[in-house]
C-alpha cells in the first residue's frame, strides 16, 4: 500500500549495560551489531513501497545508538537515502538517540557527517547517586560535557531526558535537576517518573529490600513543580511528558499522538499505516534470522472501528490539543462524552468547543481518565 508516511523510525536494541529499570527490548551483545546493521539495511529495501509518497522524519532509537561505531551509523544514512532520499521532505527532522558518556569529540564529529540535526540524550538525574542507583554510564559532569560538545559543533536542536520519583528522592533534589536542566538552555525535555515495571532489576531490588514506591502526592507535587518551572522559563508543555521551546516540538514522536502513519525497522520495532499495526519480533536472532531469509517475522493487528476509536483515545489526549471530536462517529462522540461527563464536573476533563482536554489536575492521572473514556 503507498501512502503519505510521516516517519521511519529504527531501532538499535544495543547497550553497554543494562539500567535497572528498563523494560524495553535491548541486548548487550555488542558482538552482533555489524550483523544487525546488515539485517535493518536489507529491511528497508523490503519495505521499500511503505513509504513512497514523503518521509518527514527518521528517528533512530534504543537501546543505545550512540554504541554503533561510525562506519555503521553511516551504513544506516547511507541506505536510508538509497532507499528513501527521493522522498525526504526538503527539511525532514533527523534525530538520534545518545548516551552522554558516548559523546567524544571523535564522535561528535562523526554526527556532523552525517544528516542529523536532533539529538537526543538521556540524562535522567544530575545526581552521581541516583544515576549509580539506576545503573546509568555516565555522570553528571559528563552530561553538562555532552550537551556542551554538541552545542559547541553546532548541533541546535537537543532534547534531554529527566526522570523523578527515586526512592528516597527529596523535593529539593528535583528542583536541583530541573535547575540544572534549564542552565543547559536545551530545545526540548521529556521527563518521566521512574516506573517499577514487572521483570526489571529495580523492581526486583524494591521487592528484595522491602522498599516502596514515592509517595503519590509527592510525585504529582514533583510534577507541578516540573510544568510550573518550565513554563517560567518559556517552555511549551505540548504533551503529558515532554515541553519544547517555540518551534522545537518533537515532530516525530508528533506523529505518533497525531496518528500518523510510520515504518519501524529493526528488533521490536512497531510500524503503523493507517489501518494495521505490526510488530517485529522482540528477539535479536530472530528477527535477523527471518530478514536474511527474506521475510519479516512480525505480528499484525488489524483494526476495527473499536480499536481505532481506543487508540485515538490513548493519544490524542496525551497532547495540549487534546481529542477532536469532529474525529470522531455521532455513536462514538456520544459515548465519549457521556464517559467523560464525571471528569469534566470533577475538574479532569474540559470540553472547548469541538476539543476534550486534559485539565491540569487531569494531566497527573491521565491513565486512569483515559481508560474510563475506552470503548471495552
Known amino acids: 500500500m503507498s501512502i503519505d508516511m510521516a516517519g521511519i523510525y529504527i531501532h538499535v536494541p544495543f547497550c553497554k549495560s543494562r539500567c535497572t529499570y528498563c523494560a524495553f527490548y535491548s541486548t548487550t551483545g555488542l558482538e552482533q551489531r555489524q550483523r544487525y546493521v546488515d539485517a535493518v539495511c536489507r529491511e528497508m529495501m523490503m519495505r521499500s513501497q511503505e513509504a513512497e509518497q514523503r518521509v518527514d522524519t527518521v528517528y533512530v532509537g534504543g537501546g543505545t545508538p550512540s554504541q554503533l561505531t561510525a562506519e555503521q551509523l553511516r551504513q544506516l544514512f547511507s541506505q536510508i ?5 527521493k522522498v525526504l521532505s526538503s527539511s525532514p527532522e533527523i534525530t538520534i538517540e545518545v548516551n552522554p558518556d558516548d559523546v567524544t569529540q571523535e564522535f561528535v564529529r ?10 537526543s540524550m538521556g540524562v535522567q538525574s544530575f545526581s552521581d547517586e541516583r ?3 539506576v545503573n546509568r554510564r555516565h555522570t553528571s559532569a559528563q552530561a553538562v560535557a555532552a550537551v556542551e560538545q554538541l552545542r559547541e559543533a553546532g548541533f541546535d536542536n537537543i532534547s534531554i531526558d529527566l526522570m523523578y520519583g527515586f526512592p528516597d528522592e527529596s523535593f529539593a533534589d528535583w528542583l536541583a535537576d530541573i535547575d540544572r536542566a534549564l542552565s543547559l538552555e536545551p530545545q526540548h525535555i521529556s ?6 515495571e514487572e521483570g ?3 523492581q526486583r531490588w524494591m521487592t528484595d529490600n522491602g522498599k516502596q514506591p514515592m509517595d503519590e502526592e509527592q510525585e504529582r507535587q514533583m510534577y507541578y513543580t516540573l510544568i510550573d518551572r518550565l513554563d517560567a522559563a518559556g517552555y511549551e508543555h505540548y504533551e503529558i511528558s515532554n515541553f519544547a521551546k517555540p518551534g522545537f516540538r ?3 514522536n508528533s506523529s505518533y499522538w497525531t496518528g500518523v502513519p510510520y515504518v519501524g525497522l529493526g528488533a521490536a520495532a512497531h510500524s503503523f499505516d493507517g ?28 483494526m476495527d472501528e473499536e480499536t481505532r476509536y481506543n ?6 489526549l496525551r497532547t495540549r490539543e487534546g481529542l477532536c471530536l469532529d474525529q470522531l462517529s455521532e455513536s462514538q462522540r456520544e459515548y465519549c462524552l457521556s464517559q467523560a461527563s464525571r471528569f469534566v464536573e470533577g475538574g479532569l476533563l474540559c470540553v472547548d468547543g469541538d476539543r476534550l482536554r486534559l485539565t491540569r489536575n487531569g494531566l497527573f492521572v491521565s491513565d486512569m481518565v483515559m481508560s474510563e473514556l475506552m470503548d471495552v
Open 81 to 85: 537515502n538509497k532507499v528513501w532520499g
Open 110 to 119: 562523526s554526527l556532523r557527517a552525517l544528516p542529523v540535526n536532533r539529538v
Open 200 to 202: 526489571t532489576a529495580l
Open 311 to 316: 487508540d485515538l483515545i490513548t493519544v490524542a
Open 131 to 133: 544515576l549509580r542507583f
Open 275 to 302: 489501518r494495521s499495526r505490526s510488530w517485529n519480533v522482540s528477539d535479536i536472532s530472530q528477527y535477523m534470522e527471518g530478514i536474511e531469509q527474506g521475510r519479516r517475522v512480525c505480528e499484525e493487528e488489524l
Open 250 to 252: 518533537s515532530r516525530h
Open 191 to 196: 521527563a518521566y517518573c521512574l516506573s517499577y
